[in-house]
């Protein structure tokens, strides 16, 4: 089978982000860690690893008030994501060889798209910050890349992927 027949079985590569193009969750979880603590929660990293992994802050919410005890300060949901999109601009990096990877996948006349079920604006950070963005623009300046923003569930939902798939 031919490079072109075998890209003829396939409509679009679907990337994840975190882990796949960028390594952002060691980043977003040490923050994490120290806001929880800063707050009053006694967690180990590795417990608020296993806490939140694959799971959104916001959607966490009544969980951190109940093992917090009180109600949530009224800024922590804006303070965190400045704290996690500042840490984000300062150390992350693309995931090694990806960049060619995802070239030479395009150079078999493939599309690509991202399908994250991080927030939107996480994602375009962290693909602006890598400059992977534009590899998932096509010539249109349509971007092709898919949120937990767009869909009505979230992890462990794989309703972005099928949302990816369907576009």
Request: overall charge negative.
């Amino acid at each position: 089978m031919t490079a072109a027949n075998q890209a003829a079985r396939f409509d679009c590569v679907i990337f994840d982000c975190d882990g796949v193009l960028v390594d952002s969750e060691p980043i977003v979880h040490r923050v994490l860690n120290r806001v929880l603590n800063e707050i009053g929660i006694e967690i180990t990293l590795e417990e608020s690893m296993k806490w939140f992994l694959g799971r959104a802050v916001r959607d966490e919410l009544g969980n951190i008030e109940a093992r917090l005890g009180k109600p949530l300060p009224r800024n922590f949901l804006s303070e965190w994501f400045v704290r996690r999109d500042a840490a984000l601009i300062e150390e992350l990096e693309a995931v090694p060889h990806v960049r060619q990877a995802i070239e030479a996948i395009k150079a078999r006349g493939l599309p690509v798209c991202v399908a994250s079920g991080a927030d939107r604006i996480k994602v375009k950070l962290q693909l602006n910050h890598t400059k992977l963005v534009e590899l998932f623009t096509d010539d249109a300046a349509r971007e092709h890349i898919f949120s937990a923003t767009e869909v009505e569930h979230s992890k462990p939902a794989p309703d972005v992927y099928l949302l990816a798939a369907r576009t």
